[in-house]
């Protein structure tokens, strides 16, 4: 009867694979046990609502990454700023400025590379909408240096997914 | 020689002139070239009116950051906001009596540039608009 077991907490997950077969239940359904496999509380699932709910995880993760990118991006402009203002302060020399960019580029440095997952487009933009532009209506290349994206790379795929809309 | 105008124009120079009603110093960027090399560069934004014309060509005539830039002599960009990326860290003094009512900030690169315009004039965008 016990399929697989996933541990979430102290409960552990069972798939009836039986059931998918046993007549009973349709064929995209399928029977999870929550508890031990003889507990009687198991809730019916599809396999598309399971296969939403996993998009919906994968979608909710690549979201967290791309935000912690940004926010590294910002700490890296803060960094750039603070550096500049020290210069124009006379706290460091002209060559203390550069070897500094030298020796720790990655303090400082925002590198824009090509998007490497065409679906980090709709993230992007999902993101983008939900900052919102009350604070600031940000333009194409404050975007590609937000999530370290070619700027060219980003309107490639965006002009991509508008054509396959129309 | 002749001036580009439109949106995503850019060039590429080892020696450039720029001139702009004012900048912005923006950030460190490192910019991944054709051949696949991460090259550093100070970017920089101009505000309002600005134009950026090659003073020296690229040896070897070809293109480093961008397939499409412009790479010819005396050719440039004239637009409402242009980036500037560049390989030093550049001042841009203020001259005075460029129009009759607006000073200026120019400077001469003498490092390897990319510039491309983001903002055209407002009559390239209508005129894209129309069309």
Redesign the interface.
């Known amino acids: 009867m016990v399929a697989s077991a996933n541990t979430f907490s102290n409960t552990a997950i069972f798939i009836n694979p039986e059931s998918l077969n046993d007549g009973n239940l349709p064929l995209d359904k399928f029977n999870m046990i929550l508890g031990d496999p003889n507990a009687t509380t198991s809730i019916l699932m599809s396999w598309g609502n399971l296969e939403i709910g996993l998009r919906n995880i994968q979608n909710t993760k690549r979201n967290e990454e791309l935000l912690l990118l940004a926010l590294r991006n910002h700490i890296?402009?803060v960094n750039?700023a603070e550096l500049?203002e020290e210069l124009e302060d006379g706290d460091i020399s002209d060559e203390q400025?550069n070897s500094e960019?030298e020796k720790n580029?990655d303090k400082?440095?925002?590198?824009?590379?090509?998007m490497e997952n065409p679906n980090d487009i709709f993230n992007i933009a999902e993101l983008v909408d939900r900052i919102g532009n009350n604070l600031r209506s940000f333009?194409?290349?404050e975007v590609s240096?937000m999530f370290s994206v070619?700027e060219?790379s980003l309107l490639g795929h965006l002009k991509a997914e508008i054509y396959k809309v129309k | 020689m002749a001036y580009h105008v439109n949106p995503g124009d850019s060039i590429e120079c080892t020696r450039c002139q720029v001139a702009m009603r004012k900048s912005i110093f923006h950030a460190f960027i490192k910019l991944q070239s054709l051949s696949g090399e991460e090259i550093s560069f100070f970017k920089y934004k101009t505000k309002k009116r600005a134009f950026a014309k090659i003073i020296e060509e690229i040896n070897p005539k070809e293109c480093i950051i961008c397939a499409t830039s412009i790479l010819h002599l005396n050719d440039g960009l004239e637009a409402d906001v242009i980036e500037i990326y560049t390989k030093k860290k550049v001042s841009f003094s203020h001259s005075s009596n460029f129009s009759s009512t607006h000073g200026i900030q120019w400077n001469n690169i003498n490092d390897f540039t990319y510039a491309k315009i983001v903002i055209p004039w407002n009559f390239v965008t209508q005129r894209q608009i129309a069309v």
Request: aromatic residues 16%; without cysteine; hydrophobic residues 30%.
């Open positions: 890296r402009k750039f500049n400025y960019l580029s400082y440095a925002i590198t824009l590379k090509s333009s194409m290349s240096e070619n060219s």
